[in-house]
């Protein structure tokens, strides 16, 4: 096998589409948007495009394809959505039902392809200015919450806002929210800083999703809206079938994450 | 009759729900957000709400509505968008039919409501900086083109993108670039700058709709995209009903300009 990050995203998404990669795509393609994915049918298209619109802060929306269309545009000329991303969970009725290596079997003309932003894109800018990303430094999965937060609905699709966390040095703390301010499209600037109890957290300690971090003297807690949102509300609403990325094993696309910054 | 640009927002809509006011809006309630408005059937809102996911700065999005609802949430909680607009187009298979002050007898539970940014914001921040805005110093409506830039499609959906010109003084055009890119949800930053034959613009002086104004020595045509753009790509594709406001005779929401600025 070729050292795997050192690939261009095409050359990655080859090997996926072959079926020789189907782990985790964080630290791969360096500098290039990985993509959260949600395949839904037709009927439910309206209601899901609707509420990331509501919700642009979890549900940042770098692309929607038309119905039954399973090529992308704006991220790459090169991708099938079918085949493209290492893993996929098949949810039937809110149910995780199989994983899936690919989906071309699965493919109806009605299925609607959205592809929401990742906040890797974000770290990667966090960390070019030395801000440090403690879960990378401990080489954990990010810490994730379930918050007070109550997301906008959109016809069937309702629920809590998830959070990401990543505690931050008190004197880097504006900086943090100035460079993540410049990433609408990948969860953009901060929704909370410091008191995790005004946000409905109890415990730090005990993330809803991922892993603990450990927050240093000097450090305060700083939570982003998190893609995982999305795919939770997703599951609450239990479409009849419903085909998401597994976490973690993203699309990997062919736009730079500094295309991704609006000024 | 009260003197209307000294009244509240809401003692605006009031005038208008009563039908006291059917004029443009330019000019009332300064510093608060305006907003186009776009109602079609649902049938064709997947694709129109494709439409201005695929084209934001044309088509930036404010608020859209569930079908059949005519109460906004985000631009105030106080709107009937049935009554509170001062005239609507009536579009049937893309041809005017009527104008009318309200539209209480036409609503149908499938309307789909949309309601997109408008320049008037962002004008209000140039100002306050002492950038002249030419069309208000001369007392004229904003010069629009339709350009040689395709819009991306979505379902039935296309067209040409329509840009606003502003001429703008040389030492100026950074800076106008600095702040109109704040506001993203009001078309932003400009689409381009100087030679406007690059944009398929033949001759200034002659506007598709709106009038010609004077670009003095030292000063640049400075173009952003238009909320013309959504409308004359709706009339393109010819739907059964399509209602808007009539061009200039905006919705008055409660949103101060500054509350849509992204950073």
Known sequence: MEKINQLTPKEIRKLIRKGKWDKPTAGLAVGYAQANLVILPQKYAFDFLLFCQRNPKPCPLLEVLEPGVYRTEFLSSDIDIRTDIPRYNIYRKGKLEATLKEIKGLWEKDFVTFLLGCSFSFEEALLRVKIPIRHIEEN????????????????IFYGPMVVTMRPIPLDKVTRAVQITSRYASVHGMPIHICDPSIIGIKDLRKPDFGDSVTIKEGEVPVFWACGVTPQAVVMKAKPDLCITHKPGHMLISDLLNEELATH
Chains 1, 2 share one sequence.
């Open 140 to 155: 954990k999965n990010v810490p994730m919450y379930i918050t007070n937060i109550p997301c906008k609905p959109a016809g």
